[in-house]
């Protein structure tokens, strides 16, 4: 396989676009044009051209990955599906996700903590970040820390009922609206049992 061409590419820096005689093009780092010492109107071997091919989807696929770690968090098994689909090999993005990952790039550790702070600022209970680290690929091991992040669940629940109460609890129809909206939101039953508790204590307060 001769190589025709070798040009830089104008839309990435760094890159270094192959056309080979075929007219398939490879888009290579200057690391790689130095490792295989390319040049135009070099014969390729199979071997060589095998390699380089490899080498040149696996760089690809570490540039793809830096790109989109680069505009928001995701964890590795987020950002290793998101590279499959945008047509990298599975073993290229998974090597990629690793990649960033040794670099400290990729920490599902500390993704899982600031999901669990996020979801947690915003009302929600353990069970609804359980599934939400459960839907963005967290290793179960890393749940109980990255709970430990979110809020008490009595202060948030305290919150949550004297915004959405619309009357006393002592009316079953706004007792259950109340409760169903709070276990929808991840909070246990007795955790919700015991805020609703402390709320209708509160308002036999105030009209003492």
Known sequence: MRIEQIKESQRKKGRL??????GNVLRVTEEELLRFGLRAGMELDEETAEALQASARASAARAAAASIIGSRALSKQELTSRLVKKGNEASDAQAAADWLEDIGAVNDADYAASLARHYGGRGYGPARVREELRRRGVDRALWDAALEEMPE???????????????????PREKKRVSDALLRRGFGWSDVRAAMGRYTEMLEDAYD
Do not use: F, P, W, Y
Not at 17 to 22: F, S
Not at 153 to 171: H, M, N, T, W
């Open 17 to 22: 676009l192959v056309r080979l005689e075929d």
């Open 153 to 171: 669940a009595a202060e948030a629940l305290d919150k949550l009922i004297r915004k959405i109460c619309r009357g006393e609890l002592s009316d």
